[in-house]
């Protein structure tokens, strides 16, 4: 391979070659760095209050459920706490620390918003929004079935004519 092919691999997989006399040296795993970049991607805490960091208290704890070893003997599940409001949030989603921290944040700022806002939230108006959705979905599938029942009876009559 050429070693513009190895830089360009270099670079994707975010690890430096190894080069004869050196050690391998790894930086985060990239699955790593891909989750973080999907969870900002998807972040729309731009309408959200913003948290400031002085008014958080975080803890990293023991994991729990399946998973033995690998969730048992490491400290990846976050506590975290606002303290002027006393709203506590538990992430342990996934393996990685900084996931869970990323995670923690964006559960507790959505919860801090509509404690403050209320239903002036966009959270709480996004799940409305989903609720009324959902009902109409309910709704119309509700409607089908009926028409559908209408339609049989009708080609029993026209069977028995």
């Avoid at 790593?32 to 209050?49: F, H, M, N, P, Y």
């Avoid at 995670?103 to 507790?108: E, F, G, T, W």
């Avoid at 799940?127 to 009708?154: G, I, T, Y």
């Amino acid at each position: 391979m050429s070693s513009s092919v190895i830089s360009c691999l270099c670079k994707l997989l975010s690890w430096t070659p190894w080069l004869p006399g050196k050690q391998l040296q790894f930086l985060k795993p990239w699955t790593v760095g891909i989750l973080t970049q999907r969870e900002l991607a998807k972040d729309s805490s731009s309408d959200l209050l913003q948290l400031n960091e002085k008014d958080l208290e975080e803890q990293f704890i023991r994991g729990h459920g399946p998973g033995g070893q690998a969730t048992n003997k490491t400290n990846n599940c976050v506590l975290l706490k606002h303290i002027p409001s006393g709203i506590v949030v538990k992430c342990h989603q996934t393996r990685s620390t900084e996931v869970n921290r990323i995670r923690a944040r964006r559960i507790l700022q959505e919860k801090v918003d509509l404690f403050y806002k209320g239903e002036s939230s966009v959270i709480f108006l996004q799940k409305e929004e989903a609720k009324r959705k959902k009902q109409e979905k309910k709704k119309r599938a509700k409607e089908n079935l009926e028409k559908k029942k209408k339609f049989k009876e009708m080609q029993n009559l026209e069977m028995k004519d």
